[in-house]
């Protein structure tokens, strides 16, 4: 099975910062790499989907890069509406398996 | 507009069943593959289990196989999963979602229904 692991685990920044996180898959699995924002007590959004494809109606401030192991996710330009807890989720093959969470809090 | 919405939660005891469906809309359901993914609470997000667009196919996470079953109905856009031997670690909101097929991404997803087992 991949294991997915992200850091940092939680991450305080202020309206206006560039923020990174980075997710690394035990094993290669080319793009298949996708982000998801989750607001507490809501269902995950996805924001980009094959490591680096922006999904309709994302921020164009959120982007992603990234293949085979090493994968980030960049905001450009954090937002109030940003503050939320990012995951990574690989769908290179079953079990699909999502990273641990990064919680990104206000400074 | 896309529309998943699970029911079906609830409190049970450990080594009980429980039946979750999740009712599609808005889309082609028979098109899509389906998936149910859970969050204990204030925890991460788990996958669970994947099943392909015509019902054929079916995946699960070790931690479920043998105790659960997806299925679908593509005549009645319905999604379920049944739980039986139900344990405490299997407290959690289950989430329905979909994806295209062939490692696309969940790109929507329901608004969760609560599982709680507890004696």
């Known amino acids: 099975d991949i294991q997915m692991t992200q850091s940092p685990s939680s991450l305080s920044a202020s309206v206006g910062d560039r923020v990174t996180i980075t997710c690394r898959a035990s094993q290669g699995i080319s793009s298949y790499l996708n982000w998801y924002q989750q607001k507490p007590g809501k269902a995950p959004d996805l924001l980009i989907y094959?490591?680096?494809s922006l999904q309709s109606g994302v921020p164009s401030r959120f982007s992603g890069s990234g293949s085979g192991t090493d994968f980030t996710l960049t905001i450009s330009r954090l937002q109030p509406e940003d503050f939320a807890t990012y995951y990574c989720?690989?769908?290179?093959?079953?079990?699909?398996?999502f990273g641990q969470g990064t919680k990104l809090e206000i400074k | 507009e896309v529309q998943l919405v699970e029911s079906g939660g609830g409190l049970v005891q450990p080594g009980g069943s429980l039946r979750l469906s999740c009712a599609a809309s808005?889309?082609?359901?028979?098109?899509?593959?389906m998936h149910w993914v859970r969050q204990a609470p204030g925890k991460g997000l788990v996958w669970v289990s994947r099943l392909n667009n015509d019902g054929g196919s079916t995946s699960y996470s070790d931690s479920v196989k043998g105790r659960f079953t997806i299925s679908r109905d593509n005549a009645k856009n319905m999604l379920y999963l049944q739980m039986s031997s139900l344990r405490v670690e299997d407290t959690a909101v289950y989430y329905c979602a979909r994806d295209r097929g062939y490692s696309s991404p969940l790109d929507s997803w329901g608004q969760g229904t609560l599982v709680s087992v507890s004696s």
């Open positions: 808005g889309f082609t359901f028979s098109n899509y593959w």
């Open positions: 094959a490591a680096s």
């Open positions: 989720q690989q769908s290179y093959s079953t079990p699909y398996s």
